[in-house]
């Protein structure tokens, strides 16, 4: 029972992190609309078991988009490119209705990341009758450091051999997408090491080994991306490290299980439970331990997305 709930974390994981289509720069002539698109209600009883209730997205050929089983919470940091913590207000059911959503783009849509951001927040507008505006506010944020005042770094980092240009990264994250579920589970359980990307790293025989993370060609930003995430502040990167490196960290995974309601799904008490495990440090030891890196706690700026009002969309 503990291996399928420790993949469960994972493949939420891969949905929420390091998701291209959030980060995309927004292409100046792309089309401001979908040609079409479709919004309805999930449907409860369509999927089974907690890994049917995931919410997922992948790409549908250029210009195309199959969403199933998301809130609009995620919907938002989605198409804005924000984390939970920086997403104020919204309407009580942002988490607990969820949408399935196709659509696609007007004909010569050919990069279909950076072309269909401006394309869902549209959307948003659109269907969701979306207000948000901007503010700055002053935040706690987390430094990544080099921990060792010689400029060391641990064990379990290397600088990277490996090429990896930013269109590289990016084609080989939406290669994985196309695969859905059943090709990033395959890419996991077989302990896969893939070039150029950020990927967990599980032994499902063995739950009580922790979570890990397995990085290749990254840079610095790679790891304060994932940092961000699952320390709920903005991590800068302070350690001075250039170029790109190869790295694993392992860490006991009940930090992350306390990201799994920002992605609509709350598992029992006693499976949570199951995933403790003794034998793994905290997240904060492992990155000083294993990496040689540590977070200084900071203040500062942060911009926050505040959702002034949305609506419940009529379904088509």
């Known amino acids: 029972m503990k291996t399928p709930l420790v993949v469960c974390v994972v493949v939420a994981l891969g949905i929420g992190h390091t998701n291209a289509f959030a980060q995309a720069t927004t292409s100046a002539a792309a089309p401001v609309r979908f040609e079409v698109a479709s919004v309805k209600p999930s449907d409860p009883n369509a999927s089974s078991g907690i890994f049917g209730s995931i919410p997922a997205m992948r ?43 196709s659509a696609k783009a007007p004909e010569g849509t050919t990069k279909a990341t950076p072309d269909l951001l401006p394309m869902m927040k549209a959307l948003l507008t659109d269907r969701f009758k979306l207000k948000t505006h901007t503010e700055t506010r002053e935040l706690p944020t987390y430094a990544l450091m080099v921990a060792r005042s010689d400029g060391k770094l641990g064990p379990d980092i290397k600088p990277s051999s490996s090429d990896c240009s930013a269109a590289d990264a990016q084609k080989r994250a939406e290669e994985l997408a196309k695969g859905g579920g059943a090709a990033f589970l395959s890419a996991l359980t077989k302990g896969e090491t893939i070039p150029c990307m950020i990927m967990p790293a599980i032994n499902p025989s063995n739950p009580t080994a922790g979570f890990g993370l397995r990085g290749n060609g990254q840079a610095m930003s790679g790891l304060t991306q994932f940092l961000t995430q699952v320390t709920g502040r903005i991590v800068h990167d302070k350690t001075g490290l250039t170029g790109l490196y190869d790295f694993e960290l392992r860490f006991d995974p009940q930090v992350l299980m306390a990201m799994l309601p920002q992605l609509g799904l709350n598992l029992p008490a006693n499976a949570t439970a199951n995933l403790t495990s003794s034998d793994s440090p905290a997240l904060l030891t ?7 890196l540590k977070l200084d706690s900071q203040k500062g700026p942060v911009e926050v997305l505040v959702i002034d009002s949305a609506e419940m969309p009529q379904p088509d």
């Open 286 to 292: 492992a990155l000083q331990e294993q990496l040689g």
């Open 59 to 101: 790409p549908q050929g250029a210009g195309g988009i199959s969403i199933s089983n998301m809130p609009l919470r995620l919907l938002v940091r989605m198409a804005y490119g924000v984390q939970d913590f920086q997403l104020v207000g919204g309407p009580s059911w942002q988490m607990s209705s969820k949408f399935d959503i």
